[in-house]
């Protein structure tokens, strides 16, 4: 060894030492020294030395420090590290061949509490115990039996994996009625080492949503928080940035919470119009509401706006389900002050309200009429005893109690009601002391009142002198022509004569009832009271009377004769009832009525009266003929009263006769009308059983018949189904616009019918198509080689995710994963290749990295592969011992085969599965239906794990 002396010993004891690496220097045992001057081969035969026997020549080569190979980085991910895994392996060599063999490997020392995790077995660095997550910087030192050595550093870089939440980023629907605490979403989070790790809401101070551990589960999940009211109108989603963490890191991703609208009320029943009595003074049922809420959960009030105290909204008993509004109990109406009311009714539920108008139109009572007033009576100044002296008649066409007074009032007369319901009598009371010289005539001013309004009129009381007078040209006769007759006219004057020449009065009476003739009581003159042109009477006896107010002239008579007589019309028949269907047409003919005269030459003319007066509305008689005809079209539904009484006159100028003809309405069947007849409708692709959107079908169906849906979509009739009573349309089974051959747009006839009469409309159905499927890798895996000299820009691979969904959710963009550790490496672009963005030159051959690369859809839901690259070690060829060249050939060179084996096993994979495709397609239409079940549940992201 270096600085050891070697040589033989010599009689004369001395020692010829080792050549040193420069000049020789000569030693003897006794220690004296002399320099000789030597070539680079020292003979020490010739050496000048004292007793020199003999000598030898020695050499000596030092000797030299071991190394190691192998030394490097390695980088593990700490849930792929085990104890007793090998991390690296290390190489030791040494020129010194006898040292070969006999190398020693130390770890000297280590930062971070490295010898605590990691030793030496044999070459191998392995794991002692499980090591936290950091960077090791392990000294090895490898030493020969010489005790020299050599130390490198080896760098142990442990990363953590990080967590992943499988299920984000998401959308979820919830209603804006959502209660507090409700649970909206499960976040499904992983971590290869930490399970379960822990979840936390991220900022979003204002979002009304938290994240907590769901109870009696390791998951987490996302609540609503409580006291917090979700209203569409002012913010229709939310976004929740949920972190998760394993302890060492946190990742974080979004969930949009979209809100859901509820639909406000439906006033079905308004507005309209409903008509009352002014004399209704009860609580009485006006309108009931038809209120409906499509979310049949809301409870819906109503009220008015504003309160009207006339009227009250309240809920219809017994049953409470339907609004009511109701004329409060003890109201007084009066048309003339207000004729109509507009009622405001608002409905709501707890989120919105609708408003509508009901108008209560007030019917008014109509005031009595007293139909024989003004009228007189005569009484002798002299009577004494109560008496009547006249009959009131009124009418009322309300039919209301009527009361009628004397005003001013008097205690002279009185009036007395009769057992007739319209009629009251004057009476003049007993001993009232009349003097003719000191009052001769009394007016009463009668006033008769229903409830509400009333007439007036007046009636007058003469006294009669009591000295009789005498006539001088009584008994007479005298000839009248009807033809000529006029009232007014005088026939014939009485004379009379009183002895003290008061004023006389004269009365006339007759045996026959209703005379036309009335006689002036102050002059004689007796004069038609009504024409006689259309009376049939030949001739009357009149007698008359004249007083002076006490005292009565015996009556004297009067014959009177006409001439000229008119005969009257009359009708075949008096009174008959007719049926009119509705549905006739304005100016269509119902009866002609039949009319006979006697006088031949008589042109006749025809009026009527309508019993109800709105008869007038919907029916005429032709003045000329009587025929009579519609003036409307007749609607049996619109018309408010369905029987009518024609009072119909006819007449020859002079005399009349009266038929009764009474109208009933017949109701007929009517056809139901879709009032709209286009509907557009836009929905999403859904599994059968799902109700599309209420298309609110607009129809009328006057009689009230219940009604039946139908529905007709041509070849597409078999994917849709129709409530038959109420319209609505559903799938009838799933709807996948995926399938090839499935329509976006379907045109339908729907069809209501009341069993007699049917109606179309048409509705034009849009299919969205639903983002359902996510991106698929065609590998769960992939590997690629290049050299680690790679330039910037190089290609690397190329991988590819199918997306099952068509158009533009079809589509499929690639990423790299963020968190991953290689991240700034490599750039993938659209089409799924794989590029070198930065120098490789720092890794060593024979390294791999690894990638995770997601395919994203338009729609966020995606799909994820591993990547492998690795760096090929290239092949060294062995020395020979000879002077030749030997070739590689392929199956030899390592790099080859590490492609070519994976190469074949995914050919013959791939192989396999189409065979398995062509076999399985025979009865693809036999697992339609759960084909498409499957492509409609959601697809959770493939949990993989990466390989070292």
């Known amino acids: 060894m270096e600085n050891d002396y070697i040589g033989i010993h010599s009689t004369g004891a001395f020692l010829v030492t080792h050549k040193v690496e420069g000049s020789e220097t000569v030693r003897k045992l006794t220690g004296k020294t002399t320099p000789i001057a030597v070539s680079s081969t020292l003979d020490t035969s010739g050496a000048e030395v004292e007793a020199l026997d003999y000598a030898i020549r020695s050499y000596y080569t030092p000797s030299e420090r071991p ?430 004569v009183d002895p003290e020449s008061d004023n006389v009065q004269y009365s006339l009476s007759s045996n026959t009832a209703n005379v036309p003739f009335i006689i002036n009581q102050n002059t004689g003159a007796i004069s038609f009271t009504r024409s006689i042109k259309t009376e049939l009477v030949a001739g009357y006896d009149l007698y008359i009377s004249v007083s002076d107010g006490r005292n009565v002239v015996a009556a004297r008579s009067l014959s009177v004769r006409i001439t000229g007589i008119n005969f009257p019309p009359h009708f075949q028949v008096p009174a008959q009832t007719l049926t009119v269907l509705e549905n006739i047409n304005s100016g269509s003919s119902i009866f002609q009525p039949t009319i006979t005269d006697e006088d031949l030459s008589d042109v006749h003319t025809f009026s009527v009266v309508y019993s109800p007066p709105d008869g007038a509305v919907y029916f005429g008689v032709d003045k000329s003929t009587g025929l009579i005809t519609s003036l409307v079209d007749i609607d049996y539904e619109t018309i408010p009263f369905k029987s009518f009484l024609l009072v119909i006159t006819g007449s020859d100028s002079l005399l009349e006769d009266t038929t009764n003809i009474t109208l009933n309405v017949q109701n007929v069947n009517e056809a139901p009308v879709f009032t709209k007849k286009y509907y557009s409708i836009t929905t999403s692709e859904n599994i059968g059983g799902t109700m599309i959107q209420n298309p609110f079908y607009q129809y009328t169906e006057v009689d009230g018949d219940t009604l039946k849906f139908s529905l007709d979509c041509g070849t597409d009739t078999g994917r849709l189904d129709i409530d038959s009573s109420t319209g609505l349309l559903s799938f009838s089974t799933d709807y996948d616009l995926d399938i090839v051959g499935t329509a976006s747009k379907i045109d339908c006839k729907v069809s209501i019918t009341d069993d007699e009469y049917t109606d179309m409309a048409y509705v034009n159905i849009t299919i969205l198509d ?120 392929f199956f030899r060179y390592s790099p080859n085969m590490a492609w070519f084996v994976p190469l074949m096993f995914l050919l013959f994979v791939t192989f396999c599965v189409v065979v398995h495709t062509l076999y399985k397609s025979s009865c693809s239409c036999l697992k339609k239906n759960e084909r498409s079940t499957r492509r409609k549940k959601r697809k959770r992201p493939m949990k993989t794990f990466q390989r070292y």
């Not at 007084?332 to 002050?337: A, F, G, M, Q, T």
């Not at 720092?842 to 395919?855: A, F």
């Open 67 to 496: 190394d190691m190979s192998g030394v490097g980085t390695v980088t593990l991910y700490n849930d792929v590290v085990s104890v007793g895994d090998v991390v690296a392996t290390i190489t030791t060599t040494d020129n010194d061949q006898e040292d070969v063999g006999s190398l020693t490997l130390t770890i000297n020392s280590a930062d971070n509490s490295g010898t605590s995790y990691f030793e030496f077995v044999s070459d191998e660095i392995r794991v002692k115990a499980l090591p936290p997550v950091n960077t090791y910087n392990l000294e090895l030192q490898v030493e020969d039996p010489c005790t020299l050595s050599r130390t490198r550093t080896e760098v142990i870089d442990i990363l953590n994996r990080l967590p992943v939440i499988n299920n984000l980023p998401d959308a979820v629907s919830i209603s804006e009625d959502t209660a507090d605490n409700t649970f909206v979403f499960t976040i499904d989070a992983t971590d290869t080492i930490t399970d379960p790790v822990s979840c936390a809401k991220k900022g979003g101070g204002t979002v009304p949503f938290s994240v907590a551990q769901i109870p009696g589960s390791t998951d987490y999940g996302v609540y609503k928080n409580s006291g917090v009211l979700l209203n569409y109108d002012t913010i229709q989603s939310y976004t929740v940035t949920i972190e998760c963490d394993d302890g060492d890191d946190k990742v974080d991703a979004d969930l949009t919470i979209n809100l859901i609208q509820n639909q406000p009320p439906v006033i079905n029943s308004l507005p309209t119009t409903e008509s009352i009595s002014e004399d209704l003074n009860t609580r009485t049922l006006v309108h009931t509401l038809n209120v409906t809420d499509v979310n049949t959960a809301d409870t819906v009030t109503c009220a008015f706006n504003p309160n009207n105290a006339l009227f009250e909204l309240s809920k219809i008993q017994p049953a409470s389900v339907d609004y009511g509004v109701f004329l409060v109990g003890g109201t007084v109406l009066d048309y003339d002050v207000t004729p109509s009311y507009t009622l405001n009714i608002d409905c709501a539920d707890h989120r919105r309200s609708v408003s509508d108008v009901l108008t209560v139109a007030i019917i008014r009572n109509e005031p009595p009429t007293i139909v024989n007033l003004p009228m007189s009576s005569d009484i002798p100044e002299s009577i004494t005893s109560e008496s009547l002296l006249y009959t009131i008649s009124v009418t009322d066409p309300t039919n209301d109690t009527v009361t009628c007074v004397i005003t001013p009032a008097t205690s002279i007369f009185y009036l007395q009601t009769t057992s007739a319901q319209f009629e009251t009598e004057i009476w003049v009371r007993g001993n009232q002391g009349f003097v003719y010289d000191t009052k001769r005539q009394y007016t009463l001013t009668i006033e008769c009142a229903d409830q509400r309004r009333k007439d007036s009129a007046e009636f007058y009381v003469y006294i009669l002198r009591n000295m009789p007078p005498y006539f001088p040209n009584l008994q007479d006769k005298t000839i009248v022509s009807s033809e000529t007759s006029a009232a007014g006219q005088i026939i014939y004057t009485v004379d009379s």
């Open 770 to 889: 639903d983002n359902d499927n996510s991106p698929v890798f065609i590998y769960s895996e992939y590997t690629f080689y290049i050299p680690v000299s790679s330039s910037v820009g190089s290609f690397v691979g190329q991988v590819q995710a199918i997306d099952n969904d068509i158009g533009n959710y079809g589509n499929v963009l690639y990423h790299i994963a963020l968190e991953d550790f290689n991240y700034g490496l490599f750039d993938v672009v659209q089409n799924g290749s794989i590029f070198v963005s930065e120098s490789l030159t720092q890794y060593t051959e024979g390294s791999t990295l690894n990638l995770t690369i997601y395919g994203v859809d338009p729609g966020g839901r995606d799909g994820l592969t591993m990547v492998y690259v690795v760096f090929p070690t290239p092949y060294v060829e062995p020395i020979t011992t000879g002077n030749g060249i030997e070739y590689l050939t």
